[in-house]
């Protein structure tokens, strides 16, 4: 009788489980699996955006072919100078920044409020304000830098791509992460630093020791978001790019996505592009997999964890 | 800043329309292969390349903060290559009484005026309202849409019965009219579009006009000759043109 009750309440506890998980679920294979699955099918064809009817199959050739394909290489690894220097960037200048916000500082709310507002902005408004900030000749950057030194004429989108475009990615990213790490640092109990304090840790050993073996899951959030985020960098260096709209960005801002947008749209490339994201997908996981796994030595959880 | 600025969306047409100005192309008879390294495309691709070089127009070395228009009209351009529908424009704040619409140019013995862009409506042939299709159309390029756009200025009317109403009050506008007249005269030409690779204005997505680009970059660097530009961009181009044959078939 007993047994039988115990059945019907992980019954309902099942059901309960699955339908407030449901949206999710639903979501995910509708806009997650299938694409993916879509994806693949289509990496393994000649499909153009157009050729359904006389779609051909190709095997792996699509795979193969980026074997042959030096762009792929290049822009790969300007992706990884870009992932190498954008990830720690972003994420000591959002962990610097929650730190200062902490305190008990007049103004801090309205602070708080003018660091996150560019993380709300639209990309494409952030771009056109920053071609117009860092233009060679009108722009009010070298203005700035013309009054110390004059006739200064920087070319920074030709001659600082990458930099303007981490620059830029701080810009737009670190309010986010700045949030986040305020939720982090807010989470940590305050009797933790005093009783660090009371045994006669100066400021620093109290961060070091404290504060940030406790915000290591949120570092470890932050580091996995970040990695995926400038692995598939497209949409700000696509449109900080030259000449004019929908030009193409400086060859060493051609980074993987860019050259993926370019085989699909300007060539029509649509299964070898999906080739080439497929591979990119399985970069991301094995990436996140290395990251995940490094987190048994650095991330600390107060709660044990179950390997 | 830059004395000219042309509207490097539209580099290839363009270019085809310099070369059929000397009875060439920049495609194959059949479409089936780019041909750069003829003498006629060689030379016109040179004359480009030579105002990169020396700066006197936008390029990937040399980028506009904006699009070569909107740079006119603020004075920091000198000089830029559109068509009539600029002239709806053309007169800003800043440039107002100092502007002239200048006749197209010209690079051999037949000067041809062609459009090369235009705004235009598609039909799906196995589309099962036609007929409402048809209505739609017919109200947006003969209907009241169409007046009040040749009033503006803004484009050729489509229809020879608009004409009158494109809008010729200010000297600038008289003098566009003039201008504009005799290039009509010249327009009835149509521009060589390969059909088996990509044609689109926005040059990432333009299979021809972003090979360029990409090589033109390496090309100013001085990391590539002009013949090696020519030659990367025909293959690239030339490998696109192939694969679209290919899905045809």
Known sequence: ?307 | MVGFGYHNQWFDRILEVQLNEKGASLWAPDFSALKLTTPEAREALQYWFDLDKKNVTFNPLNPAASWPGDQFTKSQAALVQYGYWFSAMAESDQTKGNVVKLPSPSWGPQHKSPTITATGHLIHDKTKVFDEAWKVYEWFSAGDPSVERAKSGWGVPALKSQFKLMPTESPFQKQVQKVLQKELAMSDVAVKFNPYINVSENVSRNTFNSAYVKQLEAALKGQITVDQLLANVEKEVNAAIKEGIDRLK
Do not use: C
């Open chain 1, 1 to 307: 009788m007993a047994r039988r009750r115990f059945r019907g309440r992980a019954w309902r506890e099942a059901r309960s489980f699955y339908l407030f998980i449901a949206p999710w679920l639903v979501g995910f294979v509708l806009l997650g699996v299938v694409p993916l699955l879509l994806g693949l099918a289509t990496s393994l064809t000649n499909y153009d955006g157009f050729n359904l009817d006389n779609l051909k199959f190709r095997g792996l050739g699509n795979y193969a072919r980026i074997l042959e394909d030096d762009d792929v290489l290049y822009s790969f690894g300007r992706t990884l100078v870009f992932t190498a220097v954008n990830v720690p960037l972003g994420i000591a200048a959002a962990l610097g920044l929650a730190t200062l916000l902490n305190q008990t500082v007049r103004g801090r709310g309205l602070f708080r409020t003018l660091f996150y507002l560019p993380h709300v902005i639209p990309i494409v408004a952030v771009v056109w304000v920053w071609r117009i900030f860092i233009d060679q000749n009108f722009g009010i950057l070298n203005a700035v830098i013309g009054l110390v030194r004059p006739d200064t004429a920087i070319r920074w989108i030709v001659d600082y791509p990458t930099d303007v475009l981490v620059a830029l990615s701080l810009w737009t990213g670190v309010g986010g992460g700045m949030v986040i790490f305020l939720a982090g640092l807010q989470g940590i109990p305050n009797e933790l630093k005093e009783a660090a304090r009371i045994d006669g840790a100066g400021r620093w050993r109290v961060f070091r020791h404290v504060t940030l073996p406790l915000l290591t899951p949120v570092v470890f959030f932050q580091l996995i978001l970040s990695i995926i985020g400038s692995l598939q960098v497209l949409v700000a260096p696509m449109l900080l790019a030259g000449t004019s709209l929908g030009s193409l960005p400086p060859r060493e801002n051609y980074f993987y996505v860019v050259h993926v947008y370019q085989q699909v749209f300007a060539n029509q490339r649509f299964g070898y592009g999906t080739a080439l994201l497929w591979v990119l997908f399985v970069v991301i996981v094995l990436l996140s997999a290395a990251v995940f796994r490094s987190a048994r030595y650095w991330v600390h959880y107060e709660v044990e964890q179950k390997t």
